[in-house]
């Protein structure tokens, strides 16, 4: 109500400033007629009152009070003008004009072109409803939109889905606010269009979801193998420790009677008072092969102990050269063959166990010695480096296949598998060097050389200043 006072008063002060000044110039020629009366005729000054009093002031008066009428209505204002007036067009997003009823007025041509309507045509009568859709959802929408326009006179971001003329549907991020003009009141609506970015958000949250449910799909494999691994570990740690008190056992088990058979042996040897020559044969057979299973059962505990960590290394500086003839003269003693070892008047101290690195020298020409010809040399090589001391134990047989040398070192892993008498073995040996070389911080290996037969070398550091 003050605000359609306030409007008339605004119209009213320069409507009444016309006539007034109009009747006041009148009152003075009025004035100066009388004032000068001698000099016109009394038709004359007659004639001109008439006109001003009787004319011009009453046409001015009426038009004053229809001007003046609250109730008298301006012609409308062209939409168009104010579409140019707001540089509507101009603006880079979708745009409509709307009145108060949500009929469109006018719309730029960024707005045409998305919703496929004609640019210069007029809006003839067309609604905010028929580009939203008639759904329930979309009523409320729009009512709220309009109401919202109402009460605020602005708002600040709304979305909304319009439909071309084909029926496909748009999605929009905007804004709207209230044009305010003397014949009315209009609401302004611009937008960005963000169908395609819907869209993109859409197929990728169809792809995230597809990747989510693959993701699942293959976490759940996942944990089922981890289940059958962490299955199979335990079983396999159950059976480990299963053959580790078997071995234990039966080794201790088995000592024992093989350390009374061999002294039984040789009490008979040597107390037989009637010894024929097939009782002697019979005696060197008995204690060969009880030696024999108790070199066996020595590997075998031996490789126990050092799988598990049980035995205790006296790393000290060595010299290389007198564990090489120890291990020889043992190898002789034995019955063993002739060795050649190399003249090496200065070698550096090697870090070593002595009593390990002569076991690993010992096992290293036994298997040398066995699958050597008969007659046939073994020889052993020594070669220094600044940081480690290589020895190599070279047989003269028939060498390896490839693929069993990088396997030669696995436990109970036999190259030879045959019962020659020659190569009676069980995979210990090689397996025992390997893991006393490493316990010394060493390496092991095996090749074939090129005129014939392995070489099995071992690399041992140099002890420091």
Same mark, same amino acid.
């Given at each position: 109500?003050?605000?359609?006072?306030?409007?008339?008063?605004?119209?009213?002060?320069?409507? %009444?400033?016309?006539?007034?000044?109009?009747?006041?110039?009148?009152?003075? !020629?009025? @004035?100066? &007629? #009388? =004032? *000068?009366?001698?000099?016109?005729?009394?038709?004359?000054?007659?004639?001109?009152?008439?006109?001003?009093?009787?004319?011009?002031?009453?046409?001015?008066?009426?038009?004053?009070?229809?001007?003046?009428?609250?109730?008298?209505?301006?012609?409308?204002?062209?939409?168009?003008?104010?579409?140019?007036?707001?540089?509507?067009?101009?603006?880079?997003?979708?745009?409509?004009?709307?009145?108060?009823?949500?009929?469109?007025?006018?719309?730029?041509?960024?707005?045409?072109?998305?919703?496929?309507?004609?640019?210069?045509?007029?809006?003839?009568?067309?609604?905010?409803?028929? %580009?939203?859709?008639?759904?329930?959802?979309?009523?409320?929408?729009?009512? !709220?939109? @309009?109401? &919202? #326009? =109402? *009460?605020?006179?602005?708002?600040?971001?709304?979305?909304?889905?319009?439909?071309?003329?084909?029926?496909?549907?748009?999605?929009?991020?905007?804004?709207?606010?209230?044009?305010?003009?003397?014949?009315?009141?209009?609401?302004?609506?611009?937008?960005?269009?963000?169908?395609?970015?819907?869209?993109?958000?859409?197929?990728?949250?169809?792809?995230?979801?597809?990747?989510?449910?693959?993701?699942?799909?293959?976490?759940?494999?996942?944990?089922?193998?981890?289940?059958?691994?962490?299955?199979?570990?335990?079983?396999?740690?159950?059976?480990?420790?299963?053959?580790?008190?078997?071995?234990?056992?039966?080794?201790?088990?088995?000592?024992?009677?093989?350390?009374?058979?061999?002294?039984?042996?040789?009490?008979?040897?040597?107390?037989?008072?009637?010894?024929?020559?097939?009782?002697?044969?019979?005696?060197?057979?008995?204690?060969?092969?009880?030696?024999?299973?108790?070199?066996?059962?020595?590997?075998?505990?031996?490789?126990?102990?050092?799988?598990?960590?049980?035995?205790?290394?006296?790393?000290?500086?060595?010299?290389?050269?007198?564990?090489?003839?120890?291990?020889?003269?043992?190898?002789?003693?034995?019955?063993?063959?002739?060795?050649?070892?190399?003249?090496?008047?200065?070698?550096?101290?090697?870090?070593?166990?002595?009593?390990?690195?002569?076991?690993?020298?010992?096992?290293?020409?036994?298997?040398?010695?066995?699958?050597?010809?008969?007659?046939?040399?073994?020889?052993?090589?020594?070669?220094?480096?600044?940081?480690?001391?290589?020895?190599?134990?070279?047989?003269?047989?028939?060498?390896?296949?490839?693929?069993?040398?990088?396997?030669?070192?696995?436990?109970?892993?036999?190259?030879?598998?045959?019962?020659?008498?020659?190569?009676?073995?069980?995979?210990?040996?090689?397996?025992?060097?390997?893991?006393?070389?490493?316990?010394?911080?060493?390496?092991?290996?095996?090749?074939?050389?090129?005129?014939?037969?392995?070489?099995?070398?071992?690399?041992?550091?140099?002890?420091?200043?």
């Amino acid at each position: 109500m003050r605000t359609k006072t306030a409007d008339n008063r605004t119209r009213t002060v320069p409507a %009444l400033a016309a006539p007034l000044t109009l009747v006041a110039l009148a009152g003075l !020629w009025s @004035l100066g &007629t #009388l =004032a *000068l009366g001698a000099r016109f005729q009394p038709w004359e000054a007659a004639a001109g009152s008439f006109l001003v009093w009787g004319v011009t002031v009453p046409l001015l008066f009426a038009a004053w009070l229809r001007r003046a009428d609250p109730h008298h209505e301006a012609p409308a204002s062209d939409p168009n003008d104010l579409l140019r007036s707001l540089a509507w067009q101009d603006l880079p997003d979708p745009a409509l004009v709307l009145d108060e009823q949500g009929k469109i007025l006018l719309y730029n041509r960024h707005l045409a072109d998305l919703l496929d309507m004609p640019v210069d045509a007029p809006a003839n009568g067309r609604e905010l409803a028929d %580009l939203m859709g008639e759904g329930p959802q979309r009523q409320v929408e729009r009512h !709220w939109l @309009l109401d &919202t #326009l =109402a *009460l605020r006179g602005y708002v600040d971001s709304f979305e909304i889905s319009l439909y071309d003329a084909s029926g496909e549907e748009h999605s929009l991020e905007g804004k709207a606010a209230r044009i305010n003009s003397y014949d009315g009141r209009y609401h302004g609506l611009v937008w960005h269009d963000t169908t395609n970015q819907w869209r993109d958000n859409a197929v990728l949250t169809h792809r995230l979801d597809d990747l989510s449910a693959r993701f699942r799909g293959q976490t759940t494999e996942l944990a089922l193998k981890i289940e059958q691994i962490a299955r199979a570990n335990r079983e396999l740690q159950e059976l480990d420790e299963m053959r580790s008190n078997f071995v234990s056992l039966v080794s201790h088990q088995i000592r024992a009677p093989l350390t009374n058979m061999l002294g039984a042996v040789e009490n008979m040897q040597n107390s037989c008072p009637a010894m024929t020559e097939v009782c002697s044969r019979m005696f060197v057979v008995l204690r060969d092969q009880a030696s024999r299973l108790n070199r066996l059962v020595s590997d075998v505990l031996s490789a126990a102990s050092l799988e598990a960590g049980d035995f205790a290394l006296q790393l000290e500086p060595v010299s290389l050269m007198p564990v090489l003839r120890q291990a020889v003269d043992q190898i002789a003693a034995r019955g063993g063959r002739q060795t050649s070892i190399p003249y090496a008047p200065v070698l550096p101290l090697v870090m070593a166990d002595r009593d390990r690195l002569t076991e690993v020298l010992l096992n290293l020409l036994d298997n040398a010695y066995k699958y050597s010809p008969r007659g046939a040399e073994v020889a052993i090589d020594v070669r220094p480096t600044e940081t480690e001391v290589i020895v190599t134990v070279i047989d003269s047989g028939t060498g390896l296949p490839p693929a069993d040398l990088l396997r030669v070192f696995d436990k109970f892993y036999r190259a030879d598998a045959g019962d020659d008498q020659r190569s009676y073995g069980y995979g210990l040996g090689l397996h025992i060097c390997q893991l006393l070389i490493e316990a010394q911080h060493g390496r092991i290996w095996a090749v074939n050389r090129s005129e014939g037969g392995a070489a099995f070398s071992f690399a041992i550091p140099v002890a420091g200043p």
